[in-house]
């Protein structure tokens, strides 16, 4: 079975600008959740969405925001982008609240 | 907030030496869960801990969740070259779909 896929792997972007990233889940799982790593640190919680609702909101600024899509993809969106925006963008699917999270590999995100 | 705390932030070992790593949260847990994370890769899944008190063992890992479930540890019995990594506890405060909340992290080095 195929892992968790995103895309694009790596994005340039500039100040000001915007940006979707995308999430493919793990067949069969119904949750996707959205974390940044800045190099160095964790990873902080953005979002989670399960059945297409958001169920949970990290502490990041309105500027981000996701959506479920009914096949079970998702979306992340950042508008605006600062330099502070630049991290590694990782999304994980999981069977339930409380089974393990399989993570993508990510899309690294540089902002100049 | 719902914060993980993770000590050490590094730790760089001799092959053969023992390591280990510990997590703190200042409110209940509903469970735990430990990942992995290599040089250049996501978090991969390890163990979730779950009981208050409960221990479980991997090969050379050891898991352990305090009786209060707020705290716990990894132990790795004679590090091994392959054990390098970053190794992230992330707390389930718990809740239908509960959000995983990571620390920042114990990266090991290890020396040959």
């Known amino acids: 079975d195929a892992g968790v896929t995103q895309s694009p792997t790596h994005l340039i972007k500039t100040r000001g600008q915007h940006v979707t990233l995308r999430c493919s889940p793990i067949?069969?799982?119904?949750?996707v959740s959205w974390y940044q790593q800045v190099l160095g640190q964790g990873p902080q919680f953005i979002f989670q969405?399960?059945?297409?609702?958001?169920?949970g909101r990290g502490n990041f600024p309105d500027r981000f925001s996701a959506r479920q899509f009914p096949n079970y993809s998702s979306e992340l969106n950042v508008n605006a982008l600062l330099l502070g925006d630049s991290a590694l963008y990782l999304c994980?699917?999981?069977?339930?609240?409380?089974?393990?999270?399989?993570f993508g590999n990510g899309t690294r995100l540089t902002v100049t | 907030g719902q914060q993980v705390m993770q000590i050490p932030q590094y730790q760089h070992v001799q092959e053969g030496e023992d390591f280990t790593t510990y997590c703190n949260s200042s409110?209940?847990?509903?469970?735990i869960q430990w990942y992995k994370q290599r040089p250049g890769g996501h978090p991969v899944f390890l163990i979730q801990?779950?009981?208050?008190?409960e221990v479980k063992k991997q090969k050379r890992l050891t898991f352990q969740f305090g009786e209060a479930k707020k705290n716990s540890s990894l132990h790795i019995t004679a590090t091994q070259t392959t054990d390098v990594g970053t190794y992230f506890c992330?707390?389930?405060?718990?809740?239908?779909?509960?959000?995983?909340?990571f620390g920042k992290g114990t990266k090991l080095s290890v020396k040959p």
């Open positions: 994980a699917s999981r069977q339930t609240g409380n089974s393990p999270l399989h």
């Open positions: 067949s069969g799982h119904k949750s």
């Open positions: 969405y399960y059945e297409k609702e958001e169920r």
């Open positions: 409110t209940t847990l509903s469970n």
């Open positions: 801990l779950v009981k208050s008190g």
């Open positions: 992330a707390g389930n405060y718990g809740g239908s779909q509960g959000n995983l909340i």
